[in-house]
């Protein structure tokens, strides 16, 4: 989707300048450097980078579930349609997180193996229906008419799911379940109460080959039927490719370089992301390269740019600075010293 | 290479001594602790009337409430407590080092050995094990030592006796997830011969499981054995130890509360700097040990 | 699953067994005199050998033993108690559930506290309630118990005459159907009786609630805090659930679970606590008598009373498994 289309739709999320600290026992982990994303209303943005590169971190600080002590959100805002998340009355941040979907990484540890799957499904509905209230949620759950209710509710998610049998199914153990059907379980928690957004952090990497594939569709399926916005975390840049209009690439807790995902991947400005694109083995048998070096260790950060140590342009000026975000091209943002020098 | 290793080791140990510093509460306990042996070595010359703690008997003394002359007020024969609590101290500081080294000694091979041989010896050793497990430690230690005969000696053999099985426990539970390293596996295949390994692999290996547990059990050996006294099956009168202190000032209740109040004092803060200074080297060194 | 609970039944009796055989051997080895002690001073030589042989005890050791269990398992006795007079076995049954009373007693306001105490450190990790927490935790697992159970009698018995200073009732004790007196007035309705009782076992019970109270609120908070980690938990917290639905339910289930072993052991332990506590607060039950037994050599009254707490130990042990297959369902479905 080109800029210029994008304009005439609404602007969902933007995150700008978020700066998140981990303190711990050893010292303090820089886990979020200024790290920032837009999110327009009916895209899919993908977040890309390896393990570790601050990718989740950011998701579950817009989904309100980073654990506050011990992390420290330093600096920066998350507008949601204007509304910072970040500095919303802790009842409006729990209201937020009604409009928005999480489908988790690893469908294992995903559910509560000591509950019956239904238990969380019906909850969760009977919740969003009592609206914040804690007192009528104790009080529906009482009376047989809204459990009920919410039961069938229940089933009938399950089945938009593709999950046969929805009514038995509502009663079994996760550990009874197999792990598609598990992210499928996840999928339909997920789309309780007409949610706007879909956060969806590496939804498919748990899973068997033969079944990505298939889950991956049916939330493409359902991003469609229910017109979400969604924000896709990955470290595969060919899911990223097929599925998003935009992508981030992360490293380290610093975003490197963002656009529309096929003009990035064709033409990659940052030297990370050209080292992520050729990193990737080709079936052809060609040789491929990875990136020299490792991953920082948060504690002990390079000065200036965080990718410098493993860059094989690197400068001088990429040791002393950070670089910042600029628009290199149209819609195409870039935090690298040497890319900004060559317009 | 050596000298990098040693340096990384020494780093990180300081930089564990920093963070066990940050611990308001383990510093607490050491100090407090340091100050009790230091008072219980000193004894005898720093007790105000170190002749109450053994023979002395002043009865026209008699349970006088605490003043300048007695910090801490005399007992019902007129002795002074406070000289009795730094003798009593030395008793009971001494209880736990010898409990625990009895116990120590015996549990601790007795556990590398089952855990590590596996088979019929584990199954022997684990199961009487459980059998001395499945009584309290109070139970168990005050019908030994009144069989031995009540005396304070006793007391602390008993004790020991009794305490053997949880050093036993926790040192077959980690030689068993030692036993899977590598380490081990490296070992063996160079020759060492399995005493070798058990004693000079895995043990070192637990030392700070063990260290923490010694210090927690420290406590608790000193609350058992002054129970044991108390109900009457340990130290007896005239000696100085906590536990009957308390009996004794009992019978001036509530009158003459001074009696009984300031040796229990005494034992629980003893015992809390131990907890004190246990939490905080449980914390230190990250192990899971109740 | 029938062959894992034989399994565990064989085992337990084998603990039983070999519980009963040591205490047998080793009051039996013993070097005083109970003889001489229950008879006086007075007594006779040819006394002190007429008791010795109707007690068996110049018979040899295995022999003795064999007929002791015999005795056990054919009459139901377990021997003449010196100090009481009578067989062992019905002191026990006369004194035990005063015991067991106060052990419920303790471990119910030990859990009632010690639960949102956890949860509260847990979620306000650093946090003012944290720290009472922790203080908590080391203090209450640092008194001996004499001692706080005379400082209870001090303050409250004696500066505050709040509640009584020892006995289980002051009254006459309400009519025996459970054995409980507290349970007991509440069946038949009796509120005098009921309050005489709450207020001679609140003393007791609450300075034998404390060593249990510091370490379960520990345990609670320490699996609670892993609970936190989980992604099923981050699961719900993202669809927006009120905080404590999230922390009660879902959490506390299997922080629960976690410490269940913990807490369930810590019944045989309140037991041997108990030794002490019922001898300053002159509480009736099981556990003075044995203190008793202890110090007076009544190897029927050792051996008898140890048995018991061994037993209650397997009891537990067994309660313990049982339970966790109702709380985890994973363990049901997987036998």
Redesign the interface.
């Known amino acids: 989707m080109a800029r210029s289309e994008i304009n005439l739709k609404e602007l969902l999320l933007r995150a700008r300048d978020i700066t998140v600290h981990f303190h711990t026992l050893d010292g303090t982990l820089q886990v979020l450097n200024r790290a920032g994303l837009d999110l327009f209303q009916g895209e899919v943005v993908g977040i890309v980078g390896e393990t570790g590169s601050g990718k989740s971190v950011m998701a579950k600080l817009i989904l309100g579930i980073l654990p506050i002590p011990p992390g420290k959100v330093v600096s920066g805002q998350i507008l949601f349609r204007e509304k910072d998340l970040l500095r919303m009355p802790p009842r409006d941040r729990q209201s937020f997180k009604e409009k928005v979907a999480y489908i988790p990484q690893d469908p294992t540890t995903s559910l509560n193996p000591v509950f019956p799957v239904g238990t969380f499904l019906v909850d969760a509905i009977i919740w969003k229906q009592c609206r914040q209230s804690l007192f009528r949620y104790l009080a529906s759950r009482r009376f047989g008419p809204a459990r009920r209710q919410a039961s069938r509710l229940a089933a009938g998610l399950l089945d938009k799911v593709h999950i046969p049998d929805p009514e038995s199914m509502l009663r079994r153990y996760p550990l009874q379940l197999s792990g598609g059907m598990r992210q499928r379980v996840l999928l339909a928690a997920a789309l309780i109460g007409k949610p706007e957004l879909l956060v969806a952090d590496e939804p498919t990497t748990a899973l068997d080959v033969t079944i990505q594939k298939r889950i991956l569709q049916l939330i493409q399926e359902k991003v469609r039927e229910e017109k979400l916005s969604s924000l896709y975390i990955t470290h595969d840049l060919g899911v990223a490719r097929s599925l998003c209009d935009r992508i981030y690439v992360m490293y380290a807790g610093t975003v490197m370089e963002s656009g529309p995902a096929g003009a990035m991947l064709e033409k990659p400005l940052h030297p990370y992301t050209l080292g992520l694109i050729q990193s990737i083995p080709k079936l052809t048998g060609e040789r491929f390269d990875g990136i020299p070096g490792q991953v920082p260790d948060y504690l002990y950060l390079p000065r200036g740019c965080r990718f410098n140590p493993r860059c094989h342009l690197k400068m001088e000026k990429c040791t002393l600075e950070e670089p910042r975000m600029t628009e290199v091209e149209p819609d195409r943002w870039v935090s690298c010293h040497r890319v900004q020098k060559n317009p | 290479m050596k000298e990098a290793a040693l340096l990384k080791r020494k780093e990180g140990l300081a930089r564990s001594w920093v963070r066990f510093r940050k611990n308001p509460l383990s510093m607490a306990g050491l100090t407090f602790l340091a100050l009790i042996t230091l008072a219980a070595i000193l004894a005898p010359w720093i007790a105000p009337y170190p002749q109450d703690a053994s023979l002395g008997v002043h009865f026209d003394k008699a349970l006088s409430p605490p003043s300048r002359e007695h910090l801490f007020g005399t007992d019902e024969a007129g002795r002074d407590i406070l000289s009795r609590l730094l003798f009593g101290a030395r008793i009971s500081l001494m209880l736990a080092v010898i409990v625990l080294g009895i116990s120590f000694s015996i549990g601790v091979p007795l556990g590398i050995i089952a855990g590590y041989y596996g088979g019929a010896v584990d199954e022997i050793i684990m199961r009487v094990t459980d059998v001395f497990s499945s009584i309290p430690a109070l139970v168990m230690a005050m019908a030994v030592c009144v069989l031995l005969r009540p005396s304070l000696e006793n007391s602390m053999i008993a004790i020991a006796l009794v305490w053997w099985r949880s050093f036993c426990r926790l040192a077959y539970g980690e030689t068993l997830s030692l036993k899977q390293e590598d380490f081990v596996t490296v070992s063996r295949s160079l020759g060492s011969s399995s005493p070798y390994i058990m004693f000079r692999e895995i043990l070192p290996n637990m030392t700070s499981s063990l260290l923490v547990k010694l210090t927690l059990d420290a406590g608790y050996a000193i609350l058992v054995g002054t129970s044991i006294s108390y109900l009457g099956a340990g130290a007896s009168p005239p000696t100085p130890e906590w536990g009957i202190m308390v009996a004794e000032g009992r019978h001036s209740l509530p009158g003459s509360w001074w009696a009984s109040l300031f040796p229990g004092l005494a034992i629980f803060l003893t015992v809390l700097s131990f907890n004190l200074l246990g939490d905080g080297l449980r914390d230190f060194f990250d192990v899971k040990v109740e | 699953m029938v062959m894992y609970y034989l399994r565990r039944l064989l085992y337990m009796i ?2 039983v067994i ?2 009963s055989m ?2 047998f051997a ?2 039996r ?4 005199d109970p003889i001489g002690l229950a008879l006086g001073p007075n007594a006779t030589k040819e006394d002190m050998e007429k008791m010795r042989h109707e007690m068996a005890l110049d018979r040899p050791l295995h022999v003795q033993y064999a007929m002791y269990v015999q005795e056990i398992f054919w009459n139901g006795k377990l021997g003449m108690s010196l100090i009481e007079k009578r067989d062992v076995m019905e002191v026990i049954k006369e004194k035990f559930p005063a015991t067991l009373e106060l052990v419920l007693v303790a471990m119910l306001l030990a859990l009632i506290f010690s639960i949102p105490l956890g949860v509260t450190a847990a979620m306000n ?2 946090g003012g309630w944290d720290h009472f927490n ?2 908590l935790a ?2 209450g ?8 159970g ?2 209870f ?2 303050i409250f018995g ?2 505050l005459a709040l509640t009584p200073l020892t006995g289980r009732i002051g009254g006459s004790s309400p009519e025996d159907i459970t054995g409980f007196f507290l349970l007991d007035s509440l069946l038949i309705l009796n509120g005098a009786a009921f309050k005489d009782s709450l207020v001679h076992v609140i003393g007791p019970a609450v300075i034998l609630s404390l060593g249990p109270l510091a370490n379960i609120t520990r345990l609670i908070r320490a699996n609670m805090i892993d609970e ?15 905080e ?2 999230v922390r009660y ?2 959490m506390l ?2 922080a629960f ?1 976690s410490s269940l072993t ?1 807490i369930g052991f810590l019944i ?2 309140m ?3 108990a ?2 506590v019922e ?1 300053v607060f002159a509480w009736p039950g099981m556990a003075r008598f ?2 008793d037994a ?2 007076a ?1 009544d190897f029927n009254g ?1 051996v008898g ?2 048995l018991v ?2 037993l209650a ?2 009891a537990v042990n067994l309660a313990i498994d049982i339970l966790y297959e109702v ?4 363990i049901r ?1 997987k036998r």
């Open positions: 084998f603990v070999g519980v040591l205490m080793l009051v080895v013993l070097p005083g990790r650093g922790r203080l080391l203090f697992v640092s008194f001996p118990h004499f001692w706080s005379l400082m009698q001090l004696s500066l936190s980690t989980k992604d099923y938990i981050m699961v719900n917290k993202a669809t927006g659930m009120n404590l639905i339910k879902y289930r299997n679970s913990t045989p332990l037991l041997g606590s030794f002490v001898k044995g203190a202890i110090i050599n050792i009373v140890t707490i061994c130990f397997v709380l985890d369902p994973r479905v």
